[in-house]
Structure formats: C-alpha cells, structure tokens
T-cell receptor, first 113, second 117 residues
Framework: KQEVTQIPAALSVPEGENLVLNCSFTDSAIYNLQWFRQDPGKGLTSLLLIQSSQREQTSGRLNASLDKSSGRSTLYIAASQPGDSATYLCAGGASGSARQLTFGSGTQLTVLP | GAVVSQHPSRVICKSGTSVKIECRSLDFQATTMFWYRQFPKQSLMLMATSNEGSKATYEQGVEKDKFLINHASLTLSTLTVTSAHPEDSSFYIC?????????????FGPGTRLLVL
C-alpha cells in the first residue's frame, strides 16, 4: 500500500526566500505525482502534475521534480510571497484504472512579510 | 478550467439524522468520482471511489452502510451520511476525474464541513 510522507510538517520563511518542500513515497509504481495547495477551511487547488514518465514540471515560480527511483518529489517555490502561505499537499496517483490518490500529511508554509 | 461544486458548503445536524452531500462536475463528464474525509490538521483520506452506474468501492475501514454513495450520472455523485454521530463531524471533499482529459487530473470540490451535534 502506497504511503506518502512530507517533511517538514511546518515551515516559516521570510518573504523573498526560495524554498523546497519534500515529498517521499514508498511505491515507485505511481502513475503520476500531484502537488496541491490548500488554504484554511478550503478545498484543494491543483498546482502541478508530473506524469511518471516526466522528471519535472514548471508553472511560474513553482517547479516540481519527480525521481521515481528514489521515491521522491520536491516542490521548489522561488521568491516566496506572503500570499504563498498555505498548506501544500503532495499526492501519488495509483497505476490502477481508477487512479486513486494517496495524500501526504502536508507542509504548512508561512511566508512572513 | 474544470470546475467541481459541492452542496451544501456547510451543514449542522442533530445526532441520528442523515445528511446528503452533492458533488457535481460543471463543465465536464466525470467517469470517476472520489470522496475524501479530512479531520482537523490532518491530510485527506480516501473514503470511496465511484464510477457512474456501478457500486462504489470503499476503502478499508469505511462503513458502506453508513456512507452511502450514489453516482447516478456522469456529472453527479452524492454522499449520504446515515445516522450521523458527533465523530462523523469532518470536512468532506469530493473530486472528479475527466476521463477525456489527457492527463487525467482530479479536480476537487470546495468541500463540505459537517458538524454533528
């Protein structure tokens, strides 16, 4: 059974700093790896999706990488802003037909102005 | 982009009553919908996977007689919490997968906060 772990659980950085969030998964036979953002009391916003055949995806100040062999993914946020403060969740997509997602416990990011 | 809605956004009910939550894909047909539960300060836990016109597949530990899922059409799935108790209070989130999309991304609804008194 897939297990997804995220470290650190919480991170606080000053505005403008570049930062990396880490995600590890136990089953390398994933179909894809997704990063989401969740604001307090809200649903999820999809940030980036990396297919198993890809190594990275970029969107604006965000860059996500995937290394299936080591079971790791990272989310890099450049020039952080207070508006980036949220909980970031990574999720591994199963290779079965339903493509269920297994979520990590999240990293709560606070960007200080 | 693809939009998924949930109704209601929040609900308070008395212990022993049943609550129905709707999940709709607004601009695409969802071949598969998923229901998650999220307790405070915790991550999302998959409860069940449903395909249109067939019975839902429940994750281990989820009571199918308590959490009734109906996926009657390609744009609507409902979750009914039967005989709700205070321990069922949680944030329920649905997602829908666009079967025609190349990347098969799951699109998430805004969630429904349930409080059982």
């Amino acid at each position: 059974k897939q297990e997804v772990t995220q470290i650190p659980a919480a991170l606080s950085v000053p505005e403008g700093e570049n930062l990396v969030l880490n995600c590890s998964f136990t089953d390398s036979a994933i179909y894809n790896l997704q990063w989401f953002r969740q604001d307090p009391g809200k649903g999820l916003t999809s940030l980036l999706l990396i297919q198993s055949s890809q190594r990275e995806q970029t969107s604006g100040r965000l860059n996500a990488s995937l290394d299936k062999s080591s079971g790791r993914s990272t989310l890099y946020i450049a020039a952080s802003q207070p508006g980036d403060s949220a909980t970031y969740l990574c999720a591994g997509g199963a290779s079965g037909s339903a493509r269920q997602l297994t979520f990590g416990s999240g990293t709560q990011l606070t960007v200080l102005p | 982009g693809a939009v998924v809605s949930q109704h209601p956004s929040r609900v308070i009910c008395k212990s022993g009553t049943s609550v129905k939550i709707e999940c709709r894909s607004l601009d695409f047909q969802a071949t598969t919908m998923f229901w998650y539960r999220q307790f405070p300060k915790q991550s999302l836990m998959l409860m069940a996977t449903s395909n249109e016109g067939s019975k839902a597949t429940y994750e281990q530990g989820v009571e199918k007689d308590k959490f009734l899922i109906n996926h009657a059409s390609l744009t609507l799935s409902t979750l009914t919490v039967t005989s709700a108790h205070p321990e069922d209070s949680s944030f329920y989130i649905c997602s829908a997968r666009d079967g025609l999309a190349v990347q098969e991304t799951q699109y998430f609804g805004p969630g429904t906060r349930l409080l059982v008194l």
